[in-house]
């Protein structure tokens, strides 16, 4: 979904090559990209709680572990994208070259907001649970501190982006922590409930929750393939 939603946008509408068949507009691809960040935050939350909730202590090999396979991702880039401008492109390697890799983003002009939110994400979690709470208070703090992060970012002027689908992440471990209920119920209900909810947020916004709402922008005008142009407010 994400890719499918960066290769609809990557392509403009005023662009002569623009090859996308009119009938792809009802499909709204260009929002896919969010949603497929929502699922996979709601996916990371329910995982991780489930492998930290039945893990009885979270020693140092564990969490070291856990770093290696997190960052084992980005270290592999960096070190591709460095041998590739020492041969093509020496003039690239500047300092800000080294302020990029140490903020977590990636080169060149793309910051790598995903990775440096799962970063802040797994480290509240490990932590979380290296606390002796109870799991009701490890997944109300996790919500708590996601609100607020969401406002914070918000009015910081931050791209919605960075804040849109938080609040799926401590939703997933929610559903992991009621997972014994979850599964006692009828499981076509389960799925009527879902597409009915998918349908709600389908029509208000692709990418917020409905506990967002109370945090959106003014309503925008869209272009017909959806993306927002000029807000009413004024603003471009």
């Avoid at 997972?179 to 029509?203: E, H, P, R, V």
Wanted: aromatic letters at 20%.
């Amino acid at each position: 979904m994400i890719i499918i939603g960066h290769t609809y946008n990557g392509y403009p509408i005023d662009n002569p090559h623009f090859y996308f068949p009119s009938w792809l507009n009802y499909l709204q691809l260009g929002y896919w990209g969010g949603m497929g960040v929502g699922i996979f935050l709601f996916l990371s939350g329910y995982g991780l709680f489930c492998t930290l909730g039945n893990k009885t202590t979270i020693d140092k090999s564990y969490i070291i572990s856990k770093i290696e396979r997190l960052f084992k991702p980005f270290v592999i880039y960096w070190i591709v994208e460095i041998f590739v401008l020492a041969i093509f492109n020496r003039e690239e390697l500047t300092i800000q070259l080294l302020r990029e890799i140490v903020s977590f983003s990636i080169h060149p002009d793309v910051e790598n907001w995903f990775f440096k939110v799962i970063v802040v994400v797994y480290v509240i979690t490990i932590i979380l649970f290296r606390l002796r709470i109870k799991d009701s208070y490890r997944i109300s703090l996790f919500f708590i501190l996601s609100i607020a992060y969401l406002v914070i970012m918000r009015e910081l002027g931050f791209g919605h982006w960075w804040y849109d689908n938080i609040l799926a992440y401590p939703l997933g471990a929610l559903v992991s922590y009621k997972y014994d209920w979850f599964s006692k119920q009828n499981t076509f209900l389960m799925i009527a409930i879902g597409f009915c909810l998918m349908f709600i947020m389908f029509n208000i916004h692709m990418n917020v929750f409905i506990l967002h709402l109370s945090f959106m922008e003014k309503p925008s005008v869209f272009d017909p393939r959806g993306q927002a142009m000029l807000t009413l407010t004024g603003k471009i």
